[in-house]
């Protein structure tokens, strides 16, 4: 196993390089400073991969995170598999069931941990933070963020006063006033300015749940659960009643010429469009969705069929239709929304694949 983990630097050092680097990122791309959330600090690479660092009670640190490059979506690996009993098991699994986290380290007094595994599961995204000479090089090259003549000394200078907890507003004169000002704010809220109370997380409580083992990998449990829902068939539900947000997309629906065929999955980060007239865009199709809520569980994919003939809507509220691809490799749903889906159902309207939508499908309990 690589030892790339004790190249990364001790949690309070790395707290407050973190906090410099998103002092000196909003700087430069004049972006929101990311919200310091109780004792968590995160950083965000700026295409979707993102690692949070959380300072608990009695020095106590933890590591979570996505990489882009990670390999646990593929491999049978459970990041909590070795983690000691304060981690917090049960915020972690559902997001790590579902591919969100792909790994969790944490500090053991003396170097970081994680479970034994010789997959790669973080090392391109934290490379950043593996020296601060690495760094004080990356942001020096930034154009037009630091003074020309003497920009690394300004971030030594703001690196070693974060670990001391003593950075002051002299200390920001390189940036616009507007930006220091909210610079200060962010850098106070981290605990690394001058005065400021270094934000403390109270300890997890100590997971006392099963232990378990897993069995298939994030790729593998989508897989068989598309199979089941392709398997499974669709129950009689009565037709959801008119609503004006279906009134409104049946006008749009109605106002394209020619035939027209367009197939939407609603989930998390809004709707997608599927099929071969992918590039159709319905507003109002979350609000539709959410509209046509009812004890029966809300529609899982919806069809608007548009001929000579009029318009047809289908609705797929217990299975995957066979208008929706079952590409293995570009799956249109996350497993942990229709995991959500499926559980809010009262128990008679749960589909026969609900189990194994499940976390838990995923994992074999031990004794």
């Not at 300072?55 to 983690?83: K, M, N």
């Amino acid at each position: 196993m690589n030892d790339w983990r004790s190249r990364i630097v001790p949690p309070a050092e790395l707290w407050s390089t973190i906090a410099v680097w998103a002092v000196v990122v909003a700087a430069v791309n004049d972006d929101e400073f990311m919200l310091i959330s109780d004792a968590r600090i995160s950083y965000d690479s700026g295409s979707g991969e993102w690692a949070t660092l959380v300072r608990y009670a009695d020095d106590h640190w933890l590591l979570f995170g996505w990489d882009g490059d990670s390999e646990t979506d593929r491999a049978v690996y459970d990041p909590l598999a070795a983690a000691p009993p304060w981690v917090p098991v049960a915020e972690l699994r559902p997001r790590i069931g579902v591919d969100e986290v792909s790994f969790v380290h944490w500090w053991d007094g003396a170097r970081w941990r994680r479970s034994p595994t010789d997959i790669q599961d973080g090392e391109g995204l934290l490379g950043l933070f593996m020296g601060r000479a690495d760094f004080i090089e990356w942001v020096t090259d930034e154009d037009g963020v630091l003074p020309d003549d003497d920009g690394p000394e300004v971030i030594e200078r703001l690196l070693r006063a974060a670990d001391r907890g003593a950075v002051t507003a002299e200390m920001l004169g390189y940036l616009e006033p507007e930006i220091a000002d909210v610079a200060m704010e962010y850098l106070r809220a981290a605990g690394v300015a001058a005065g400021a109370a270094k934000p403390v997380e109270p300890l997890p409580e100590l997971w006392t749940g099963p232990a378990s083992h897993r069995r298939i990998n994030a790729e593998e449990h989508l897989r068989v659960l598309v199979d089941a829902m392709a398997a499974a068939a669709e129950r009689a539900r009565p037709e959801p009643d008119p609503t004006p947000e279906l009134n409104a997309i049946v006008a749009r629906m109605n106002s394209f010429q020619g035939r027209v065929d367009c197939a939407f999955r609603v989930g998390t980060f809004g709707h997608m469009a599927l099929g071969p007239n992918s590039r159709i865009t319905l507003p109002g199709l979350e609000e539709l969705w959410l509209a046509e809520s009812s004890e029966h569980g809300r529609w899982l994919f919806i069809r608007f069929e548009k001929d000579e003939h009029g318009l047809t809507i289908q609705r797929a509220y217990d299975h995957w239709p066979t208008w929706v691809d079952r590409s293995p490799y570009d799956y249109v749903v996350r497993r942990a929304d229709i995991a959500a889906e499926v559980a809010a159902r009262s128990e008679q309207w749960k589909p026969s694949w609900a189990s194994i939508a499940a976390d838990e499908y995923a994992y074999d309990l031990l004794d």
